[in-house]
């Protein structure tokens, strides 16, 4: 079992559905990552929050928004997505390091997402 | 952002052989560590090795790196089926929370 929770594991929607990804720890990590995988690819950053604060995101399209209303939860709002935005979504936390670099991180097990 | 390459792509190897896979990077790092994935499952990490270290042991793991090709390496010795996944190196640089991961070597280990 992961320590990192994401909900749900499969969704199906259609392109003009709204939809959210939730994402739970309750590890005392203050810095939290959403990352995009396709299949036999690494994983691609698209956001990084840091003690609740939005510190990074990677050019990713406004259709992604990503929220975090506390130190343990971070969500993912979905709104008409595109077909090619199928893939399996990843949260990860990890601990801030002394000089705000970075921990090892602990992944969920991902949801994965199909786009109609 | 994808930093480095690693090959082999895919590994075949039989129960009890160790596997051997490698990761290449281009900018200086601060850590570089490696994460095993199961098939549908997140990424597990598995060890970090800073900058300033040349070698690291992890039960059957064993990580060298040598950041003047800036290269490393895991070795799996013994390997068992559980072992089949996909690995995959990630760096990072000093005051960065970004993680560059590699392409990733399919390990499959046959019983």
């Known amino acids: 079992d992961t320590e990192v929770t994401q909900t749900p594991k499969h969704l199906v929607m259609g392109m003009t559905n709204k939809k959210s990804l939730k994402c739970e720890q309750h590890?005392?990590?203050?810095?939290m990552y959403w990352y995009k995988q396709k299949a036999k690819k690494p994983p691609e950053l698209m956001f990084v929050?840091?003690?609740?604060?939005?510190?990074i995101n990677e050019s990713v399209p406004s259709r992604f928004s990503p929220e975090c209303p506390n130190s343990s939860l971070l969500n993912l709002h979905l709104h008409a997505l595109q077909p090619e935005d199928s893939a399996l979504y990843l949260c990860a936390s990890s601990q801030v390091g002394s000089t705000g670099g970075y921990q090892p991180q602990h992944f969920g097990d991902g949801t994965r997402l199909s786009i109609l | 952002s994808q930093q480095g390459e690693e090959d082999p792509q895919a590994l075949s190897i039989q129960e009890g052989e160790n596997a051997t896979m490698n990761c290449s990077y281009k900018?200086?790092?601060?850590?570089l560590q490696w994460y095993r994935q199961n098939s549908g499952r997140g990424l597990v990490h598995l060890i970090l090795?800073?900058?300033?270290?040349r070698e690291k042991h992890s039960g059957r793991l064993r990580v060298t790196l040598d950041t003047s090709k800036k290269s490393s390496s895991l070795l799996i010795t013994a390997s068992r089926a559980a072992d089949t996944a996909s690995y995959f190196c990630?760096?990072?640089?000093?005051?960065?929370?970004?993680?560059?991961f590699g392409a990733g070597t399919t390990v499959t280990v046959r019983a």
């Open positions: 900018t200086s790092i601060n850590n």
């Open positions: 990630a760096t990072d640089r000093l005051d960065d929370y970004k993680l560059s």
């Open positions: 090795i800073r900058s300033n270290e």
């Open positions: 590890m005392g990590h203050r810095a």
């Open positions: 929050y840091s003690y609740e604060k939005l510190s």
